[in-house]
């Protein structure tokens, strides 16, 4: 929990219990954020904050790229921009004027079921792309393999499919091989 404010710190650290949840440490700045995520491992982070500063969102980069987590801010500043900041920086949920205590619960809950949404569609694009990616190194190793055996395109998978399992390789590990000799001899 991240709260520049004593007084609202305390609020809010009794309404997270009330709720349910273990406030493992709560912070006057940003700045310990990285350390102490890394330290405590909290499964959500709460910040309640006048305005996001660039410190925050700074921070929220940086951890959204190494150690994603399910963040929820509550805030006042409700321009648009400074939304999209927030969201672009790694906020799951980005509350505006309410620390109701009857919707924190259902507010972490959201933001928590939007943020494991959100990693496995990221999960599906990342497979994606290697696939992609190695079903244009294998392409490519195929043409090399019909260039120097003067096979078509069918014998030289034919070929690189039992090249691969004779050598217990996955074919896009063969595939890297190949493009790898061929760059070193000049090849490619």
Known sequence: M??????RADILRDVLRRAGYEVT??????????KTIDELQPDVIVIDTDSPSRDVLEHLVVMTQHTPRPVVMFASDDAPETIREAVRAGVSAYVVDGLDTRR??????AAVAGFEELQGVRAQLAEANLRLSERKLIERAKGLIMKSRGLGEDQAF???????M???LKLAELAQRIVDAAELIGGA
């Open 166 to 168: 004779d050598r217990s």
């Open 2 to 7: 991240v709260d520049e404010s004593p007084e």
């Open 158 to 164: 034919a070929f690189m499919r039992k090249s691969a």
């Open 104 to 109: 924190i619960k259902a507010i972490v809950d």
């Open 25 to 34: 440490a709560s912070l006057s700045s940003p700045l310990a954020l990285l």
